[in-house]
């Protein structure tokens, strides 16, 4: 069974600082990895999806990158500003199927002015 | 406006009652799903539907119904609420995206 881990939980950077969000999951035979974003009481918002053929992706300050055979994804902001505070999640797609989605716990993300 | 409602948003509830969880869609989007958010456990998913009157078993469909007679709306059934189902739950659709969320807390 799939398993996806993100560590820390929570980081808390202070604004203008690049930093590194971390995703690691345990079967490399993976469709996608896509980031979400998510708001205190809101749902998810698509950031990014890096499709297994695909080394990077890069929207804006935002840069993600994937390592099948290692299993991890990192996702890099660029000068963080404060509303980039926010909980990050990864997820990991299996087959291509949309039902075949496992989802990471998040890491919150404080960006203090 | 166009995208994803969840009603009712916040819902209190008591232990075996049934609780009905709506999801709509602005769109025709074939796939819709319902999450479940819990600590600890990320998303995890319930049901999902590949359209109308198609409906299958997520990961954790256990004293949960579905529906789907309409492209645009999928509702989720509590049968009888117990109190693991405290939780936020998501519904989605692809490619459009998550709803709000709506937050049970059975007591």
């Known amino acids: 069974k799939q398993e996806v881990t993100q560590i820390p939980a929570a980081l808390s950077v202070p604004e203008g600082e690049n930093l590194v969000l971390n995703c690691s999951f345990t079967d490399s035979a993976i469709y996608n990895l896509q980031w979400f974003r998510q708001d205190p009481g809101k749902g998810l918002t698509s950031l990014l999806l890096?499709?297994?053929?695909?080394r990077e992706q890069t929207s804006g300050r935002l840069n993600a990158s994937l390592d099948k055979s290692s299993g991890r994804s990192t996702l890099y902001i660029a000068a963080s500003q404060p509303g980039d505070s926010a909980t990050y999640l990864c997820?990991?797609?299996?087959?291509?199927?949309?039902?075949?989605?496992?989802f990471g716990t998040g890491t919150k993300l404080q960006v203090i002015p | 406006d166009a995208g994803i409602t969840q009603s009712p948003r916040y819902k209190i509830t008591e232990t075996g009652r049934q609780v009905t969880l709506m999801c709509h869609q602005t769109w025709s989007h074939s796939y819709m799903f319902w999450y479940r958010q819990d600590l600890g456990h990320g998303l995890r998913l319930i049901y999902y539907s590949a359209a109308a009157d198609i409906t299958d078993k997520g990961e954790v469909p256990d004293g949960y119904v579905v529906s789907r007679s309409k492209t645009e709306n999928f509702p989720l059934t509590l049968e009888s609420a117990t109190r693991s189902q405290t939780s936020v739950y998501f519904c989605?659709?692809?490619?459009?995206?998550f709803g709000p969320g709506t937050r049970l807390l059975v007591l």
């Open positions: 997820a990991v797609n299996e087959s291509g199927g949309y039902q075949k989605v496992t």
């Open positions: 890096i499709q297994s053929s695909q």
């Open positions: 989605a659709s692809i490619p459009g995206g």
